[in-house]
């Protein structure tokens, strides 16, 4: 049965990536195909873009506003990234985000100079990091892989998915966080 994109889709891609180089080589080559390849299938119209992060460079998507009545934790818990490595990184996130949707002019200082943004923002972000903003939209959704997690953990590989530490792990990142 395929899937649509949405953001329970995202840990088994994210612990994929992580677990097969091959498979993570494909999903920032040809996204669509990589998650056709588990059962995924984003909407028609939907361009699907990747972003591999590292331990030095975090990139921030800034998703649509929520429609009324929808408060930002709901929002960005509802993105196919799930709840962002920059949310963990940037204690000011919802900060961020709410300004971005609130007001365009720091939008685009955000999209053109992150730092200078944060600065404005009072937003101290941890040092040694580069972070790059990007804004999703209707047509267009972003999935961040964060970098892999330390080598001690171990992976097994079953049904194209990957289980023990991994699933355990990404639940843990995965938690809500207030608006």
């Not at 494909?26 to 331990?55: E, F, H, K, N, Y």
Request: hydrophobic share 45%; net charge neutral; aromatic share 6%.
């Amino acid at each position: 049965m395929s899937q649509t994109l949405n953001r329970l889709d995202y840990n088994p891609v994210i612990a994929k990536a992580w677990a097969s180089g091959q498979f993570r080589k494909r999903l920032l080559r040809d996204p669509r195909a990589a998650l056709a390849s588990l059962g995924i299938t984003p909407p028609d119209g939907v361009t699907v873009r990747v972003i591999a992060d590292t331990p030095a460079t975090c990139c921030l998507v800034l998703p649509p506003p929520p429609p009324p009545g929808v408060s930002i934790a709901e929002q960005l818990n509802s993105v196919p990234g799930g709840v962002p490595r920059a949310a963990r990184l940037l204690s000011g996130f919802d900060r961020i985000v709410k300004a971005a949707w609130t007001d365009p002019a720091v939008k685009a200082l955000l999209i053109a100079s992150p730092e200078a943004a944060f600065r404005a923002l009072e937003i101290v972000p941890p040092p040694g990091i580069v972070f790059t903003i990007v804004e999703d939209a209707a047509d267009t959704a972003t999935l961040v892989l964060p970098p892999p997690p330390p080598k001690e953990i171990e992976f097994e590989e079953e049904a194209g998915f990957v289980v023990n530490h991994a699933m355990r792990w990404l639940a843990m990142l995965s938690s809500p966080f207030a608006s």
